[in-house]
């Protein structure tokens, strides 16, 4: 099935460094939305975008939506031990009553203290 | 209030053999979507309903069929169970099947066929 292009898969950062992923997709999308994955659960919705140029945040959580509608990036400042997981961004066209999410393959993310 | 919840969390499961999976989703949400989660990969998506009715499929076998009931409660049935149908089935519920609000996922539930 389709899948976003997610990078970078893995990262290793230390406590404090501020954290960059992005994601692409060859199609557009009228929503962006950022989730988060720790072992055991399921995703977790961190920032939704929902307008192209659209720049939003989250506390230490910073997302932006592409001018062109097929990108974003999601930014994470100052990490600490709790940012450790899994992200995934996932893409959107809502419209009627059905709107099914395209995930990426997500950025597994370890923070050492 | 309760989120999503599945059921059962784990389950194994033969070869060949048939599966129910379980979500109820969050009290006054009328959509749910479910999705296959193979280890170290994203979602992907396989159905999503509103109203009891199916609103969307995906790229999935005839093998995989769905249903949502009165109670906006959902199923989720594979028959013919193949080692690659191994994953985490995660159920999504939203206000209404095309909310630009994201979804609410519940933890899942582990399915390993041996």
């Known amino acids: 099935g389709q899948q976003l292009n997610q990078s970078p898969q893995s990262m290793f950062i230390q406590e404090g460094e501020d954290v960059s992923m992005n994601c692409t997709s060859s199609?557009?999308?009228?929503?962006w939305l950022w989730y988060k994955q720790e072992p055991g659960e399921g995703p977790v919705l961190l920032i939704a975008?929902?307008?192209?140029?659209e720049l939003t945040s989250n506390g230490r959580l910073t997302a932006q939506f592409g001018i062109t509608r097929k990108d974003s990036f999601l930014n994470i400042s100052a990490s600490i031990p709790s940012d450790v997981g899994i992200y995934f961004c996932?893409?959107?066209?809502?419209?009627?009553?059905?709107?099914?999410?395209?995930f990426g393959k997500g950025t597994k993310l370890s923070v050492k203290p | 209030d309760a989120g999503v919840t599945q059921s059962p969390t784990h389950l194994i499961k033969t070869r060949g053999q048939q599966v129910t999976l379980r979500c109820s989703p969050i009290?006054?949400?009328?959509?749910v979507s479910w999705y296959q989660q193979v280890l170290g990969q994203g979602p992907q998506f396989i159905f999503q309903?509103?109203?009891?009715?199916?609103?969307g499929r995906g790229n999935f076998p005839d093998r995989f069929s769905a249903r949502q009931f009165p109670n906006y409660s959902s199923e989720l049935n594979v028959n013919a169970l193949l080692l690659g149908d191994s994953a985490l089935y995660l159920c999504?519920?939203?206000?209404?099947?095309?909310?630009?609000?994201?979804?609410?996922f519940g933890s899942g539930t582990r399915l390993t066929v041996v």
């Open positions: 009290s006054g949400h009328k959509s």
């Open positions: 199609s557009i999308f009228n929503t």
């Open positions: 975008l929902y307008k192209a140029g």
């Open positions: 309903y509103y109203e009891k009715e199916e609103r």
């Open positions: 996932a893409g959107q066209n809502y419209g009627g009553s059905q709107g099914n999410l395209i």
């Open positions: 999504a519920s939203s206000l209404s099947g095309g909310n630009p609000y994201g979804y609410t």
